[in-house]
């Protein structure tokens, strides 16, 4: 590498510290105990949080808020209170499978499933029905700790308009990405996750908002669109 040139790496921890400057720590993942996060985490899928937690609300009100209390519960029973986060039916399908394989394979203890090798646990819950690779992450980052990075439609959005990765791929080139060339540090990883989707929502939309983006200066995206839009100085 030149002296000039710099690092994947380096890009990457220039975008997260100056989002951190821009929108201030996030406070992800919500919730009251690591098992709500993971229900959180199915919930979430093709759903707003605002939904989500009007369902998290219904099965704390139902007591339901344990892998053992998702089991005993009738699954007709568990959609009526999934209901507000939408696909009520495929959801409570998916939070049943996912508290029989935390009581089967660690007797409902988090603990116990949060000192698993983080790669055989990320395959284990991957062989979870309705756990694709975007919720075993979400489940091994912010309710279990583990370093796991996770890569969502902001993410992919985020790394093709700064010049990083191909705007359509596998997820594992994402992840990668990240995983590749930035510490292993957890609190980081969720951290910038965090406010990879803070931006995402502020500026970084499917149709960009680039006037004032705190990254247009290092967004070769931003820039073609700023100079379409307003022209060039001389």
Known sequence: MGAD???????LTTVYDVLLNRYGPQHWWPGDSPFEMMVGAVLTQAASWTNVEKAIANLKEADALSPRA???????????????????NAKARKLKALAEFIGS???????????????????????????????????????????????????????????????????KLYRSTFTDNLPEDTKMF???????????????????????????????????????LHGIDD
């Open 105 to 171: 394979k660690f007797a409902d203890d988090i603990t116990s499933m949060a000192s698993v090798d983080t790669g055989v646990l990320r395959a284990q819950l991957l062989g979870v029905h309705g756990i694709g690779e975007e919720t075993a992450d979400d489940i091994l980052l912010y309710p279990l700790d583990k370093p796991a990075f996770v890569i969502d439609e902001y993410a992919r959005r985020l790394l093709f308009r700064l010049g990083i990765a191909p705007e359509v791929g596998p997820y």
């Open 5 to 11: 040139e710099v690092s994947l790496g380096d890009t």
């Open 70 to 88: 998702i089991r005993e519960l009738e699954q007709d029973d568990l959609a009526r209170l999934v209901y507000p986060s939408g696909y009520y």
């Open 190 to 228: 969720a951290e910038y996750h965090a406010l990879i989707v803070r931006h995402g929502r502020e500026n970084c939309q499917k149709s960009p908002v680039c006037g004032g983006c705190c990254l247009l200066e290092i967004c070769p995206t931003g820039q073609s669109t700023e100079v379409v």
